[in-house]
C-alpha cells in the first residue's frame, strides 16, 4: 500500500489548524482519512510559529552577601540579557526566578557555574494600553474559566510592559487568552538590545 500525506494550514479565529490529509492506495482506489492538529499560535513579534511559552530557571541560592550579583554576572559575561527576574528570601536561602533572552546558553552558563536550578514554563503577556486594566481583564478572563495563578511577575522589555504568568492550566489559558485578543510572547519576543 502505498501512502501519500499532505498538509494544509487553515485559519480559524485566531488559532491555526493543520489538516493532514493521508490516502493510501490498495491498488483500486484511495481511502481518505483526515487529521486535525492545532499548531502553536503566531507570537507578537516572533519569528513563525512557536511556542506561546517562555522557559524560566529557578535558581536556590544561599543567603549570602553578593551572592545575587554573582549570578547576574554569569548572565553578563555571556551577553545573555534578562527579561525577567524575581526574588523571593527566607532566613537561609533565596529562590530566584529567572528568564533570559537564549534558554539554551543560559542553561549551559548555570550549570558551568555550579549554580543549583530548575526550570519551568510561563506564559508571557504583553499589556496593552492601561497595563492597570489589562491586568483584570486577564485575571477575568482566567477566572471564568477557573485557572488559577499561582505567580506573576513583569518582563523587562524595551517595548510595550509585559506579564509572565505560571497559571494551572497553561494549555487551557493560552486558548482563553488568545480568544480575548491577548498577545503571548514567545521566547524569540526576548531578545534583548543589540550590543557593539
Known sequence: MSRIDRKRRIRHGSLLFAKIFRAQSDGIGYAYDMEELVLPPQTAGGAGFESPRVRQFIIFL???????????????????????????????????RLICSDHAAGREALTASGFCYG????????????????????????????????????????????LA???????????ILMRKQFKLIGESDLLGPTRD
Not at 477557573?146 to 510595550?160: G, Q, S
Open 119 to 162: 526550570e519551568s514554563e510561563l506564559l508571557a503577556i504583553e499589556l496593552a494600553g492601561e497595563s492597570t486594566k489589562s491586568l483584570i481583564k486577564i485575571c477575568s478572563a482566567l477566572l471564568a474559566a477557573e485557572i488559577n495563578i499561582h505567580y506573576a511577575y513583569p518582563l523587562l522589555r524595551d517595548k510595550k510592559a509585559a
Open 165 to 175: 504568568l505560571y497559571v494551572d492550566d497553561p494549555t487551557l489559558a493560552v486558548h
Open 62 to 96: 544561599e543567603n549570602r552577601v553578593g551572592r545575587l550579583q554573582q549570578l547576574l554576572s554569569v548572565f553578563e559575561t555571556q551577553k545573555l540579557h534578562i527579561a525577567g527576574l524575581s526574588i523571593q528570601e527566607s532566613s537561609d536561602a533565596a529562590l530566584i
